[in-house]
């Protein structure tokens, strides 16, 4: 372990490490490890899909509508039957739109800052909106609570999901706190699963607020590395328990074929309660007549059903598996004896979360940069981007080809000795 | 002309319109004029677009980008550049977004609502926000101010655009008139033209509110039923207008290719000042990712330039041209000696605004439903539904067949006559 090192042999070990690192630099790398894209290979298996609409016969929907024109404001109902697959509900509850789930995130604040709900003030009226932000969280998340100008509080996430105890004392007495962000399945960046015992207290807990709300991005509901776990496994349905607890407006689910299909042109969707629906859909319906169909049928038709979703699914799975395992092998093998760091081992999402050692993370970051590496920002995952530990990594090794992440993972476990050699040996000053 | 008939010869022909619209009730039709869809025939011209993107190297960008991953919040340069020929401007001030030009106002206004902007107060923290709505006019356009609150005031829409004595005066001394709805060439529903003169003083005249915004809703730019306008004779644009009087944030544009590719799967855009599209990007940034690049591609590949458009738009016209034309034909033979009534012959744009005698509108749209025509509803062109003189209908003869849009058109002749000869009966009486 590093921090057990006399200060001379850190020192020499410091050199060289420094020797090691300018050997890297003057490699001249261009290598990408800081969004969680699919990579090309991953998109090439979604491309029978783009054939599957381009015929007038082939544009009609089952209930022979013609969908290359004006109408249907919430989705297809084959399509609303494929998406209810991803956000675990059943079709008459699900609201298939655009592209992007975080659009439809957005706006969904949006219409409860602008017009409330349920009788309650409009929250751009308060004073104050505070939100929950568990952490390490996704920077997109973080980034419409600020642009929406709520207040973020952060929440520790542990192994079973947001720090319930945190999340109850917050929420009983103060009515300014409206909201949570989770994804509760293979969270970004932690790869953290919601045990059923966190889904069961986010929906009974006693809320001040009750226009609260659970915003549950199950951006990865369906992307297991390792097969679909049995029905018993899966998350439990945050919709099922917040009925229960006679709470059914609580929850507003989401997800998207984004990561399944094509980044940026699959189908966005969400799944409320029959209250929270016929609000959405009223607002909406002043906004548009209605969402791409023909983009609805090209999926319904690739994708079919839950199990065309769980075997294409699985085709991902297959690509993504070896980087996944590559990650933990070399950050084990590379790591394991410097100490002070710690990392997940994702069984599904996009991610790995890496918790360097306190101080150094932007520094890791820094230094990756320098030998042409683009790791997210360090802070990213933290609200305003601030860690106040400056100590979380999210790496994704998605993009990258199999060669190029061993690459960049080489030079990414370099930038962390380098960085923590350094830092200890400042402190001994 | 009716009104100058005795009473019993009125009587006479009233009992003989009761008959005829007996005898077609008992016809048992099922006709829709009522929205502004395309023909299935002018759909079928742009199917070829839906094979353009197939493969994996039809999925590239002119710059190489990948277009089935995530990225590129405003659009492919490309797509700014066909957008462009649809907003009369350059692409470097257009942003490419979703499928709806409704929702991009829609979204543009909410920000207004919730953002404001350039310093002003956002609109939902003032007492009253008032909204100009040129009638006859657009329907969705009053639900989405009616939506955001706004109270909307009626202006005349007169051959030349909205009176702009009564705009000038408006906006002059009252700072919460924040906008107004314009739809500048071939309007929905009167094929009104904006004149040269109109815009000039739209982008010119003194607005007691700094953050006065004019939808510029150019739907129809290109939708010429008689060939393409010479230059010259294009609407002037709002935006050099509004450059050239020094208040160059005053203006939104916005259009689509919903009525020349597929509406709902078609691209919407929009144009603004370099200022404003600053601001909008930063909104925009924070609720996605990007927009579907893939049909992006698609459209531009298909429509290539301002030169494509205008093919594929005389393409459109050919099938259109005969139902507007039969449109006139009718009203002119059926009506001329009836009085009371007018209607508009528009150059292009999907509409006939037909004004009824006072007090027959609402009447004319019941009895053609009795006998199984859809007519948009009565007072839908004004704002909240209410025409004060029950007067005005907005014809739409685009999506029925030809031999259908002539037996819609018998019935709708029948019931403005008999509407009408009972009205005059009742007020004899």
């Known amino acids: 372990m590093y921090a057990d090192l006399e200060t001379s042999a850190l020192e020499a070990l410091t050199a060289r490490l420094e020797r090691d690192f300018g050997a890297m630099k003057a490699r001249g790398l261009s290598l990408n490890m ?15 899909m783009l054939s599957s609409v381009v015929d007038s016969a082939s544009c009609a929907a089952e209930s022979g509508l013609d969908c290359r024109n004006y109408g249907v404001l919430d989705g297809l109902p084959e399509a609303k039957r494929l998406m209810a697959v991803f956000l675990d509900d059943i079709p008459e509850r699900v609201v298939v739109g655009g592209t992007s789930s975080l659009t439809l995130m957005y706006d969904a604040l949006v219409r409860l800052c602008l017009f409330g709900t349920d009788g309650c003030a409009p929250w751009s009226s308060l004073d104050q909106v505070k939100w929950l932000c568990p952490v390490p969280g996704y920077d997109r998340h973080f980034a419409i609570a600020e642009a929406l100008g709520f207040q973020m509080i952060p929440v520790a996430l542990t192994d079973e999901g947001p720090d319930m105890d945190a999340v ?65 496994s899966r998350v ?4 099922k328990a917040c009925d229960q607890a006679k709470n059914p407006r609580r929850y507003l689910k989401f997800a998207s074929t984004s990561k399944v299909t094509f980044p940026g042109a699959g189908l966005a969707a969400l799944a409320a309660a029959p209250e929270n629906l ?87 970051v820094e230094l990756a940069a320098e030998a042409g590496v683009t790791m997210t920002g360090a802070g990213a995952t933290w609200p305003y981007g601030r860690d106040p530990r400056d100590s979380n990594i999210r790496i994704a090794p998605t993009l990258p080809p199999l060669h190029e992440l061993d690459e960049a993972l080489d030079v990414f476990v370099c930038c962390v000795k380098l960085a923590y050699a350094r830092k200890l040996l400042e402190s001994r000053r």
């Open 34 to 48: 800081a969004r969680g894209k699919p990579a090309a290979e991953q998109l090439d298996l979604s491309m029978p």
């Open 168 to 232: 109850e004392s917050l929420v009983r007495d103060d009515e300014s706190v409206k909201g949570i962000w989770c994804v509760p399945q293979y969270a970004n960046p932690s790869g953290t699963t919601y045990s059923d015992d966190t889904v069961r207290r986010l929906a009974t807990m006693e809320c001040a607020a009750s226009d609260f709300r659970i915003i549950w991005d199950n951006a990865y509901g369906v992307h297991h590395l390792y097969g679909e776990p049995g029905r018993q």
């Open 236 to 239: 439990l349905d945050i919709g």
């Open 278 to 364: 016929d609000e959405i859909k009223r607002h909406m319906g002043a906004a548009t007549i209605g969402y791409d169909k023909l983009n609805q049928l090209r999926h319904v038709r690739f994708l079919e059903d839950a199990r065309g979703v769980a075997e294409h699914m699985a085709r991902h799975a297959r690509i993504l598996r070896p980087k996944f395992e590559l990650v933990a092998r070399k950050l084990e093998e590379s790591l394991s004896d410097v100490g002070g760091c710690s990392w997940s081992t994702p069984q599904g999402g996009y991610f790995v979360s890496f918790d360097a050692p306190e101080g150094c993370a932007s520094r890791i």
